[in-house]
Structure formats: structure tokens, C-alpha cells
């Protein structure tokens, strides 16, 4: 018997995935759930939601979805409401998936108050949730994964992880987009009120897909950073109520190694989301494995784990054989496979709640260290994920 999934959230992103969700041969039943009644009714109309879709199960909020007997429910809505969202649907009885970041909101106290509940749901409930990061699941990322579980790398030395970003490259659009909503108007009033004028800190409160990377290929976390950030220089409009445009985070890992992390929005570049990982025997960089005697360039085939057959055909059947493994890398396929995959069989999702407050920390910790002009700080951590 496959399990019910509500989808919460049908934005731009949102969108990417519904099809993926209701196409998934162990999901049996899909509610659809947006505050914007349009973005419901667009896939409630739609041939492909006919089986799984019954209709009574279109809601205009995540209130009143969690009210139903939907075993899980997928979060992509705005970035500041993934974490107390994740909360709610856990205590309500649902397992989660949830889009990143976990939280991204102007104080960071609050962000890691909001790790820490999330773990204690996560621990109390029994419930699965897992992290929709889509490096995760990037060809790089698998093929890394693989080497790093045969320990071909060796001992790791030092990586990598940059998210490069410039605010022309779209992100004035990103913002309209999500405070265009009612969800949106209600965030700015909540801003007003709570900053004023100090409406955002800096790009490490968002730094999930440049951490992601080295934390999660080496299965360690960071202990410890110092960072420097830069203030806005080009986009005040944008970052001119933020404490910084540009931070840059140098780390020590619990694996001994060091790693540099940037997340930088004023940057004269195409854009880039990318991790590279260096250790005594092997290194990773761009699609190259090195061993000490040579590199060998990888195609994405050669990188990428194949989905069960099963999951490659229903989802051809909504995505066409070429788009097969969606957006960012191949990676949205992936994703929604592994949550639905991972309660359906009862199991930990790869990417869990421990992984995803590591992710999350070690920026929140790089943008203190930022605002104290670099003081060397420590990184909390809330263990490894059960089993
Ligand atoms: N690479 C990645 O992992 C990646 C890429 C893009 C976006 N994202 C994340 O995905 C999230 C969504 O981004 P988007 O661009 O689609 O945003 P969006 O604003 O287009 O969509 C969010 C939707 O959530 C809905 N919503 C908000 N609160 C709700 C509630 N209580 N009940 C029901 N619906 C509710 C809104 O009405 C809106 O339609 C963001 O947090 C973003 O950070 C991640």
C-alpha cells in the first residue's frame, strides 16, 4: 500500500515538484494546498491529478490540511515559514519534507531556536522529515557520496563550497514573487514591526546549498568559524538593509579538515552553486576525480545513481525522457523519490533533520562571526541522525 501526500505550497517551485509527487508509483493519494486559491485549482484541473486527487482535498491553508488523515505533507512555501511549518505538521501527526532553507529570517538566535525545536519534534514525534536540498542530489554530489564511503578521498584536508548569486541574476524578480502573496504582505508587516529598518542580516542566513556540500559528502560538521562580510555596495536596493551582500566563512570540520564557504550576492559572474573537496588520496573538482597520478573527467551518467525503473517510468510519463530528473542538477527527481521512498519503507530520509540544522548552523555562526569582525566562534551541532 503506498502512503498520502499533501502538497503544500504551489509557487514557482512548488510547481516543479507536484507532478513528480502525484506521479510517484508508492503514492496512492495527493491533497493540494496553496493560500492563492489559482495555484490549487491549476492542478486540480489538470487530466494527470485525476486518480490521486479526490475533491474534497484542495485546501486554501496548511491549517486546514493538517486537520485531514494525509500521512505527509511537502512544504515549499516562503523561506521564512519552512521551519515553524515543519514544526506544526510534525506535532499534527505528518511526516515532512520541507524546501530550504530550514528558516531565513533577520535574527539568528531565532534560526537556531528553530533547529533545536525542529530536532525535538523530529525526536519526539518518530516522525520522518527530510531536507529538500537539492546539492544533495546533484551527479556531482552521489558520485562524491560513493568515493567518500569507500574512503577514496583518504583523510579529508580541505573543501570548498561557494553560492554565487548576484542580485541582477533574477533575485529581484524571486523577492516580488514571494511578498507579492498574502503570505508575503503578512511577512512585511511582521518585519516592520519586529527590524524596522534592519529588514535582513546577509547571505549566510541562506547558505544551505554552499554547506550542504562538504558537510554532507564527509559526514562530519563544522566546529568552529571565523568570517568577514562585505556590505552592499552595488545592490542598495536589495541588501541595503542588510548587515552584509558578500560573506565569506573559514571553517574547521569535526573531520580535522578546513573548508571556505562564500555566499556572495554582489559578484561580476554568471552564478555558480558548487563544492570541491580535497583529501589525502582523492579530490574532487568540477566533474574531475584525481587520484595522485592523474584526473579523469566524469560524465553526468557516470556520476548520477539511477532511479528504480519503476520511478524512471512514471516520472517519464509527466516529464518527458530529456527533462527525466528535473531542475538544479537533476536533482528534484531524486528528492521527491527519497522522501516518499524513505516513509513508505519507515526508514531515516538521506537527508535528515540532523543534516539539515548542520547546513543551516554553520551560517548562522559565519554571520556573527561577520558582524564581530571575524572573532573565532563555535558551531552547535545536535548529533548525527538516528541509525
Ligand atoms: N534550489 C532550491 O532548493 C530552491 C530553489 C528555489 C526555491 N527554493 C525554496 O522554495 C521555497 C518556495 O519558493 P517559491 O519561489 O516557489 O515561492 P513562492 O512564493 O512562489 O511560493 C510559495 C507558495 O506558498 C504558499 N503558502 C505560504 N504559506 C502557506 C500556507 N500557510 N498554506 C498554504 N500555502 C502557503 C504561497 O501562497 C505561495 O504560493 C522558498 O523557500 C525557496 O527558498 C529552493
Given at each position: 500500500m503506498g502512503i498520502s501526500v499533501g502538497l503544500v505550497g504551489l509557487g514557482s517551485f512548488g510547481s516543479a515538484f507536484a507532478e513528480l509527487f502525484n506521479a510517484h508509483p508508492l503514492v496512492d493519494r495527493v491533497a493540494l494546498c496553496d493560500r492563492v486559491p489559482e495555484r490549487v485549482a491549476e492542478f486540480a484541473r489538470r487530466e494527470s491529478f485525476r486518480k490521486k486527487l479526490r475533491p474534497a482535498d484542495t485546501f486554501a491553508t496548511l491549517d486546514e490540511?493538517?486537520?485531514?488523515?494525509?500521512?505527509?505533507v511537502v512544504i515549499i512555501t516562503q523561506h521564512w515559514l519552512h521551519a515553524k511549518q515543519a514544526v506544526q505538521a510534525l506535532q499534527a501527526g505528518k511526516h515532512v519534507y520541507s524546501a530550504v532553507p530550514l528558516m531565513c529570517v533577520p535574527d539568528g538566535d531565532e534560526i537556531l531556536e528553530w533547529c533545536d525545536k525542529l530536532i525535538g519534534a523530529v525526536q519526539?514525534?518518530?516522525?520522518?522529515?527530510?531536507?529538500?536540498?537539492?546539492?544533495?542530489?546533484?551527479?556531482?554530489?552521489?558520485?562524491?557520496?560513493?568515493?567518500?564511503?569507500?574512503?577514496?578521498?583518504?583523510?579529508?584536508?580541505?573543501?570548498?563550497?561557494?553560492y554565487f548569486h548576484d542580485v541582477d541574476h533574477g533575485l529581484r524578480q524571486v523577492r516580488d514573487n514571494r511578498m507579492g502573496t498574502v503570505a508575503g504582505r503578512e511577512y512585511a508587516a511582521e518585519l516592520a514591526a519586529r527590524y524596522g529598518s534592519r529588514a535582513?542580516?546577509?547571505?549566510?542566513?541562506?547558505?544551505?546549498?554552499?554547506?550542504?556540500?562538504?558537510?554532507?559528502?564527509?559526514?562530519?560538521?563544522?566546529?568552529?568559524?571565523?568570517?568577514?562580510g562585505q556590505p552592499a555596495r552595488v545592490h542598495l536596493d536589495f541588501y541595503g538593509k542588510a548587515d552584509f551582500a558578500n560573506e565569506t566563512g573559514f571553517f574547521l570540520m569535526s573531520n580535522g579538515a578546513t573548508c571556505r564557504i562564500a555566499e556572495w550576492r554582489e559578484i561580476g559572474f554568471p552564478g555558480r552553486e558548487i563544492f570541491r573537496l580535497y583529501g589525502t588520496h582523492g579530490t574532487f573538482e568540477h566533474d574531475t576525480w584525481y587520484d595522485k597520478k592523474a584526473g579523469t573527467k566524469?560524465?553526468?551518467?557516470?556520476?548520477?545513481?539511477?532511479?528504480?525503473?519503476?520511478?524512471?517510468?512514471?516520472f517519464a510519463a509527466v516529464s518527458g525522457e530529456s527533462k527525466l530528473y528535473g531542475g538544479h542538477g537533476g536533482s528534484h527527481a531524486w528528492l521527491a523519490h527519497e522522501f516518499v521512498d524513505a516513509v513508505a519503507h519507515d526508514r531515516t530520509?538521506?537527508?535528515?533533520?540532523?543534516?539539515?540544522?548542520?547546513?543551516?548552523?554553520?551560517?548562522?555562526?559565519?554571520?556573527?562571526?561577520?558582524?564581530?569582525?571575524?572573532?573565532?566562534l563555535d558551531v552547535p551541532d545536535w548529533g548525527d541522525a538516528p541509525g
Open positions: 490540511l493538517l486537520k485531514t488523515d494525509i500521512d505527509a519526539r514525534t518518530g516522525l520522518r522529515y527530510m531536507y529538500g536540498e537539492t546539492t544533495c542530489y546533484r551527479p556531482q554530489t552521489m558520485f562524491c557520496r560513493r568515493k567518500a564511503r569507500e574512503g577514496a578521498f583518504g583523510h579529508f584536508v580541505y573543501a570548498e563550497g561557494e535582513a542580516a546577509g547571505p549566510m542566513h541562506y547558505p544551505t546549498h554552499s554547506t550542504a556540500g562538504p558537510i554532507w559528502v564527509t559526514n562530519a560538521h563544522m566546529t568552529k568559524v571565523c568570517a568577514w566524469l560524465s553526468v551518467e557516470e556520476m548520477r545513481e539511477p532511479l528504480p525503473d519503476d520511478v524512471l517510468t512514471s530520509p538521506a537527508v535528515s533533520a540532523w543534516d539539515a540544522v548542520r547546513f543551516t548552523a554553520a551560517g548562522v555562526m559565519a554571520h556573527k562571526s561577520a558582524l564581530k569582525g571575524g572573532e573565532l
